[in-house]
């Protein structure tokens, strides 16, 4: 018997522990794994290095999905839609090009759909959005006690003052694609 076709899609919307809690919530979403991409430094990067700024690596999710149960599209208008795809290099109090608006895609398929849904998109929001649309390159799995992050520490504070309005507004505008 055939497995079903597997979809995967890497995006970086300021902080992953917020964009993986969202992802985890969707149907159709197998898997998210938090890490980073984008940056020029050989070898596998540390978190450390990765706040620092100075590798040149995002912060990223690497969503596994089944594409029969959600489309690449729906991916991204989710993303799109959870973050300020608007502000360069920041997202709230997250500051630097590791917390970059990015969607790095993985095929030239991927590259043409998000960039229909980036002109699309466009029209939703008062200033430019800057999110960054890249090839993906090497990913790099972020370390254990970020995979996971949110529904492991629901009650520490960042979670309750940045990722808990993020999944309620992704409750108001998705309420359908949840799990």
Excluded at 18 to 41: D, H, M, P, R, W
Excluded at 79 to 102: E, I, W
Excluded at 139 to 157: I, K, V
Aim: glycine fraction near 8%; hydrophobic fraction near 30%; charged fraction near 20%.
């Amino acid at each position: 018997m055939d497995k079903p076709a597997i979809g995967n899609a890497t995006v970086g919307g300021g902080c992953f522990w917020c964009t993986e809690a969202i992802f985890q919530e969707i149907k159709g979403v197998l898997n998210v794994v938090s890490g980073y991409t984008g940056g020029k430094v050989p070898g596998k990067p540390t978190y450390r290095e990765i706040r620092s700024g100075l590798t040149g690596h995002a912060e990223v999710v690497q969503i596994t999905y089944d594409p029969s149960i959600i489309d690449y599209t729906d991916i991204l208008i989710i993303f799109m839609t959870t973050h300020d795809p608007t502000t360069l290099n920041r997202q709230g109090a997250d500051v630097g090009t590791q917390y970059r608006s990015a969607i790095y895609f993985h095929s030239d398929n991927q590259k043409k759909i998000a960039q229909n849904v980036l002109k699309e998109m466009d029209h939703f929001y008062e200033n430019p959005i800057v999110t960054e649309l890249s090839p993906l390159g090497i990913f790099y799995e972020a370390e254990d006690y970020h995979q996971n992050y949110y529904r492991s520490n629901t009650t520490q504070g960042y979670c309750q003052v940045v990722i808990n309005p993020k999944l309620s507004k992704l409750r108001k505008l998705h309420a359908e694609k949840l799990k």
